[in-house]
């Protein structure tokens, strides 16, 4: 017995620091899983345990006095990390209407909370939400229909341009709303088919995705993936991106023929298409979910071969384009593409000469959480990026917007780029409206 209430000490001093570090860090999205009924729980572990403790006497000694104080830490600092995040949620839900209508419509941001949200989007403070499958689950599809509804009628009543909505329905492994929308293969299965069977499949795949998205509401697909395959077997850093699994081809034409196609049957329901994950990930040997990665191949071969099927497809739809978190570093060596003013505006801007929406890969990857978000976030809206995503953790939305408001406040956000950004999202909010117009002109029609 004495041997197992030694081992059990010494577990209790192991887990002390860790729990310490959890309750500090509560807030971190890698501890998404610990919110709510997790923080209940390891306050009220933390407290027994120091009864326990204090009941058996530890407190005459010093080493117990010590473990108690250790154990006595873990409500301090979750309610110090509570605090803090109040008070920067608060700043942000303060910010003047003139600060909110600057940056509030370059913010995308998932979400749980409906009443949250929805005092995001009548202040001004977004500008689109990201829905996936937790707003969905063991709910009617008509629940989510009307939530979004609802939201829109909110921006109206506030004299606000309707919000972008996307949804992230590439079919495969990644389609965040089926079931119970249709769960559809991967663009990648229809690789193997005669060219009048691939472009035929995708465009029929298209339709399908967005007859049911622009049947919800959503106007935006985080989709088509156009990274070229990995010539290389599996990834064992790749933990999460899967882009292997999610890749159409590795052949550039063949990419390019599918997602074309794919993209028109999309559109012809007025939801539009995103392009990812620009300047493409399919050569990098580490998941930006997690980690930072570089991309060291030379920009004429990448030209040759990466970025066709991207500039192909920008030429013949209207599409959005996700720029994600790798780092080109023949170009910009010191900073991912997503907040990279020579890949955004030297390249996709000047070189392409593009000039549609341009978004960030979620900014709550590790490959930019992990280092400085603040200067991510002002080096992105100063390199010409018009939409932040915030997706996995919408709670992380007001550390992202409390960034670009400090920025703002301190002058360091390039005011010529934001006009030039404004402009653009008025004319995606333009396009999505004339797209649902037309999409709803066709059902009355019966075509």
């Known amino acids: 017995m004495k041997f197992l209430r030694r081992i059990g000490l010494i577990l209790l001093w192991l887990a002390a620091p ?65 605090l803090t995040f ?45 829905v996936t499958r937790h707003n969905i689950r063991g709910r009617m599809v008509d629940a989510l229909r009307n939530e979004i509804a609802a939201l829109q009628d909110i921006r109206r009543a ?84 899967l882009i292997g699994q999610r890749a159409i081809a590795s052949d550039p034409a063949v990419v390019s023929a599918i997602a074309t196609s794919y993209v028109r049957g999309l559109e012809e329901s007025g939801v539009g298409a995103t392009l990812k994950h620009f300047p493409g990930i399919g050569r990098v040997r580490s998941d930006t979910h997690h980690f930072s990665a570089n991309l060291d191949t030379p920009v004429t071969e990448l030209e040759a071969t990466d970025w066709l099927p991207f500039r192909q497809v920008l030429s013949h739809s209207r599409s959005a384009l996700m720029v994600g978190h790798v780092t080109l570093t023949a170009v910009d060596p010191d900073r991912a593409a997503s907040h990279s003013k020579r890949v955004v505006d030297g390249i996709i801007r000047q070189r392409w000469g593009y000039q549609g929406v341009v978004m ?22 100063n390199a010409g990026v018009d939409l932040l995503l915030v997706a996995y953790d919408g709670a992380q939305f007001y550390r992202v917007f409390a960034c670009a408001l400090e920025g703002s406040r301190q002058g360091k956000l390039d005011v010529a780029m934001l006009r030039a950004s404004a402009a653009r999202l008025v004319r995606a909010y333009s396009i999505e409206q004339a797209r649902a117009a037309s999409s709803a002109i066709k059902v009355v029609d019966g075509h």
């Not at 729980?41 to 345990?49: E, G, K, Q, R």
């Not at 769960?183 to 193997?192: D, F, Q």
């Not at 959480?369 to 991510?376: F, H, I, P, R």
């Open 86 to 130: 109040e008070l920067r949620k608060h700043r942000v839900l303060g910010a003047g209407t003139a600060e909110a209508r600057q940056l509030g419509p370059h913010f995308m941001v998932g979400y749980s909370s409906f009443p949250e949200v929805a005092r995001l989007a009548e202040l001004g403070l977004i500008g689109g939400v990201y």
């Open 158 to 241: 506030a004299g606000l341009p309707p919000l972008l909505v996307a949804a992230d329905q590439e079919g495969g492994i990644v389609g965040h709303l089926a079931p119970p929308l249709t769960k559809l293969p991967a663009l990648a299965t229809l690789a193997g088919l005669a060219p009048d069977d691939q472009r035929a499949k995708a465009e029929e795949f298209g339709r399908i995705h967005g007859r049911e998205l622009a049947g919800l509401g959503v106007n935006l697909n985080l989709a088509p993936v156009l990274d070229l395959k990995p010539q290389a077997q599996r990834n064992r850093l790749d933990f999460h991106t």
């Open 18 to 82: 860790v729990v310490a570090f959890a309750a500090l860090n509560k807030n971190d999205p890698y501890l998404l899983v610990l919110r709510g009924a997790g923080n209940v729980a390891l306050v009220v572990a933390s407290v027994a345990i120091v009864l326990v403790l204090l009941w058996g006497g530890r407190w005459r000694s010093f080493a117990g006095k010590a473990l108690i104080m250790l154990w006595c830490l873990p409500p301090v600092l979750m309610f110090a990390a509570h």
């Open 360 to 381: 960030t890969d979620d900014l709550v990857m590790g490959a930019i959480y992990q280092n400085d978000v603040c200067k991510a976030v002002v080096e992105a809206i």
